[in-house]
């Protein structure tokens, strides 16, 4: 049957499976298919490097027959002489892909990337070449690279630069196994942001060393103390037990935030952690004083995270607001992650084993041969993380007993 007007409008519905394909008697590999639904569309289907392929050229009425044809045989012509047309296609939209485009094929490929981390990700990109975005990802140049990480490292931040730049060379570096030419060659031949390397231009960031020193913890607390009468925040407690917790069991600021009921025992006295930094689950036994706190907390639960909020994720997002407060009413400079930290330099001068301090920490061993034989059971980290509490609120001016009933434990609405 050659396919015409009238042969088109009179082909039948399928009365098997979801189509019907007919083909046409003088253009070989021409044909139309035909869905339950009734819509009509023509195609050429080809032998291509050894597969066969089939291409959708567009829908009838809107492309004729004739029209169809035409495009068809224009498609068979470069096969004919050797170009593969799908993979030509592929490489025209692939060379006016977007930088935004190939970010979420990336983060798209990235199984492991968390929530958090892609947000962060999507922050830098808006803070550092949010105008790049929507501009084909092909035309960012090393030159272009070399002058935008300059200019945000002067004018802005140094580290949001850096880490701009590194997350634009893993997307090259992504892209260059991914996206290919009608030949099956690689579209990127070089990553750009190998520039800064090649030029030593790269920003030198100091690892921050703050701490909250252990004679400014008594006028900290009292600051924290003071966020209850000061704020209109009727969450502010809540806040505030965010703020002990961080500084109690050195976990990452959105370990905590993110913390849920069903991750806390209270028959076994210990929290765990399963998103974490390494992807290790982290399992710490509760100091006492942890132990009242999460019991105050969940006696006032509304859902199922320890520190609940009315945002779209249910937990506290951001306590950055109360932490510039707290800021203001101690006198002291400091950050969440200042309060890991803290924590962290309070258990080495205590002398807490080593090995206990890592598994705390849920710092990676697998370097250290004799930590591979060491079994760190979790009642044998109880006592270390006791001490290091009751250093702390001694510290901080709260007087420490050897068991605290939930009764006796610090209410800061009471204590202000």
């Known amino acids: 049957m050659k396919l ?24 070989r590999g021409f044909g139309v298919r035909v869905t339950l639904s009734g819509a009509k569309s023509f195609f050429i289907e080809k032998m291509i490097k050894g597969k066969q392929k089939r291409i959708t050229l567009g829908r009838y009425p809107d492309l004729t027959v004739e029209a169809a044809r035409n495009e068809a045989q224009k ?59 929507d501009k084909p990802f092909l035309s960012i140049t090393k030159e272009k690279i070399g002058k935008r990480h300059a200019k945000h490292g002067e004018k802005k931040s140094q580290a949001r630069a850096n880490l701009a730049m590194r997350l634009l060379r ?108 390494n992807n290790d689950i982290h399992t710490m036994p509760l100091s006492d004083y942890l132990y009242n706190l999460l019991k105050r907390r969940h006696a006032a639960a509304i859902n199922q995270y320890v520190f609940p909020a009315e945002s779209k994720t249910g937990y506290l997002n951001d306590p950055r607001k109360a932490m510039l407060k707290v800021r203001e009413l101690s006198g002291v400079e400091f950050t969440l992650h200042d309060l890991r930290r803290t924590f962290i330099t309070i258990a080495e001068s205590l002398d807490i084993p080593v090995y206990a301090l890592k598994r705390l920490l ?23 993380m006791q001490m290091i509490t009751d250093h702390v609120l001694k510290l901080i001016g709260i007087k420490v007993t050897p068991v605290e009933s939930l009764n006796q434990s610090v209410n800061f609405k009471k204590q202000g």
């Open 170 to 277: 893993a997307i090259f570096n992504f892209a260059a196994g991914q996206y290919e030419d009608a030949q099956g060659r690689s579209l990127i031949l070089e990553n750009p942001v190998k520039r800064l390397t090649h030029t030593r231009a790269w920003y030198r960031i100091d690892r921050r060393q703050s701490i909250i020193k252990s004679h400014e913890l008594k006028a900290w607390y009292e600051g924290l103390q003071q966020l209850y009468h000061r704020c209109d925040d009727s969450k502010v407690e809540m806040i505030q037990d965010y703020f002990m917790l961080v500084l109690l069991t050195g976990l990452r600021r959105e370990e905590a935030m993110q913390l849920s009921w069903k991750n806390i025992d209270f028959t076994a006295k210990t929290l765990t952690i399963i998103e974490t930094k």
């Open 75 to 133: 498609i068979l012509g470069k096969i004919a002489t050797g170009i593969d047309p799908v993979a030509e296609k592929k490489e025209g939209i692939t060379k006016n892909m977007t930088l935004r485009q190939a970010f979420q094929d990336y983060v798209s490929a990235r199984k492991n990337l968390k929530p958090t981390t892609i947000q962060d990700y999507e922050r830098v990109l808006h803070q550092v070449v949010e105008d790049w975005l």
């Open 4 to 27: 015409t007007k009238t042969n088109v409008d009179k082909l039948k519905l399928p009365t098997t499976g979801n189509q019907k394909r007919y083909y046409d008697d003088i253009l």
């Open 362 to 384: 849920n710092h990676r061993m697998a370097s250290d041969v004799t930590a591979g034989y060491v079994v760190m059971d979790i009642e044998r980290l109880r006592k270390p």
